[in-house]
């Protein structure tokens, strides 16, 4: 049964889908997105319960993603991406939660995770200094997440390497305007931000390892839930890969409406071509079948949490390949379908144009790069432990 934040944002599907052109013009979520989003609660639905949200099982969140992305891909990549934050902070400080959600749970927030700065340890945290790119829905955002490397005297990253989530107040980065010029997903404003010293205190920060983890930092937050005893590599891909997902979705039925009544200009109705009903079967059955591995993969995952089992680097391994083929299996289909529309699909009052450059630019996120993923999983699969760069990303 369809958790009550699935089945608002599919009451409010028309209007979402009523907002995308504007979205895409402005280069960031229009008002009317944001109020459709607040007014679902999707991006409550992984927000601790003390704090206002659901702390649903992420199989919902997956779905709820996809349904946003169905109407407007860009708004979908926001509340896949931005949906997860709420997680993460169920993980922080409790200082810091009420910090951010005291006033109003409805509060964003930022990221990217990218190691993109240095933070330098100081008397009672850290000073943080780097530049950001991809900082999705951050006009909305009054917070922000931000992936940095604990540097030393120099300036320079300590060795070995240490990776720490840090997050700010609005007040404290600047967001570099007109820095998201792009063919897809263009509404997403993922624009670039700059921190310049900023003193980051220590309760405002996490360790990057022991959130890749998972059960660690759901033990030291007091977290019982089952959902946040996941690991991060597991719950930060699932948003971004359902808003592709839900984008295929999207263009498959925006497809299936165009080519209904079309009739090409030799006067020939493709309803009758049994090629191009061919390639419809076949783009729906491999979109469907991303969509069931994709949820199925996170409902292992948690079903195993639930019972009490360790999740090793095997089984994070597994879902991490299984994502990354959904997407691209996904947009693989698309491509079939968009290349028997015809020409007048690239118009851009067509909407299957849109969804075929934000399913693009979707699967160019370094989460959904197969090699190295694909590389780790067939290794574990042989019994053999994948060491450096190919743990990356699991």
Same mark, same amino acid.
């Given at each position: 049964?369809?958790?009550?934040?699935?089945?608002?944002?599919?009451?409010?599907?028309?209007?979402?889908?009523?907002?995308?052109?504007?979205?895409?013009?402005?280069?960031?979520?229009?008002d009317e997105s944001v109020k459709l989003i607040r007014q679902a609660g999707v991006m409550r639905l992984l927000q601790p319960t003390d704090f206002g949200?659901?702390?649903?099982h992420p199989r919902d969140f997956a779905e709820a993603v996809m349904a946003v992305a169905r109407h407007c891909g860009s708004t979908g990549w926001v509340c896949g991406v931005g949906g997860v934050h709420p997680w993460e902070m169920a993980l922080m400080d409790r200082r810091l939660q009420t910090e951010v959600w005291g006033s109003d749970p409805d509060t964003w927030i930022a990221s990217p995770y990218a190691p993109q700065g240095i933070a330098t340890p100081v008397d009672g945290g850290y000073t943080l200094k780097g530049r950001w790119n991809f900082s999705s829905g951050?006009?909305?955002c009054d917070w922000i997440f931000l992936g940095a490397l604990v540097g030393g005297p120099d300036g320079r990253p300590q060795q070995p390497v240490r990776g720490l989530h840090v997050?700010?107040?609005?007040?404290?980065?600047? &967001?570099?305007?007109?820095?998201?010029?792009? &063919?897809?997903?263009?509404?997403?404003g993922s624009k670039d931000v700059v921190v310049d010293g900023a003193f980051v205190p220590a309760y405002r920060t996490i360790d990057g390892a022991e959130v890749a983890e998972g059960e660690k930092a759901a033990e030291r937050a007091g977290r019982s839930d089952t959902?946040? *005893?996941?690991?991060?590599?597991a719950m930060f891909p699932l948003g971004i890969t359902a808003a592709v997902v839900g984008i295929a979705e999207g263009a498959l039925a925006a497809h299936l409406d165009y080519q209904r009544e079309r009739v090409t200009a030799m006067g020939a109705r493709i309803k009758d071509d049994p090629y191009v009903m061919s390639a419809i079967s076949e783009a729906a059955a491999e979109i469907g079948a991303s969509r069931i591995q994709l949820l199925d993969g996170i409902s292992r995952l948690y079903d195993k949490a639930d019972a009490g089992g360790p999740i090793t680097f095997d089984d994070r391994a597994v879902i991490r390949r299984n994502q990354t083929r959904c997407?691209? *299996?996904?947009?693989?289909?698309?491509?079939? &379908?968009?290349?028997?529309?015809?020409?007048?699909?690239?118009? *851009?009052?067509?909407?299957?144009?849109?969804?075929?450059?934000?399913a693009h630019v979707g699967l160019q996120h370094a989460i959904h790069t197969p090699g190295s993923i694909y590389h780790a999983s067939a290794l574990t699969s042989m019994g053999i432990e994948p060491e450096g760069p190919l743990r990356a990303l699991i």
């Open positions: 049964m369809a958790h009550e934040v699935v089945r608002r944002v599919e009451e409010v599907s028309t209007l979402l889908a009523a907002t995308a052109e504007e979205t895409e013009g402005l280069g960031r979520l229009s949200g659901y702390a649903a951050t006009d909305h997050v700010l107040p609005r007040s404290d980065y600047t &967001i570099v305007p007109d820095s998201w010029d792009v &063919i897809g997903l263009s509404g997403t959902v946040y *005893r996941l690991p991060f590599w997407a691209w *299996r996904a947009v693989a289909a698309v491509d079939e &379908i968009f290349a028997r529309s015809g020409g007048n699909a690239v118009r *851009r009052h067509n909407v299957m144009q849109r969804f075929w450059r934000d």
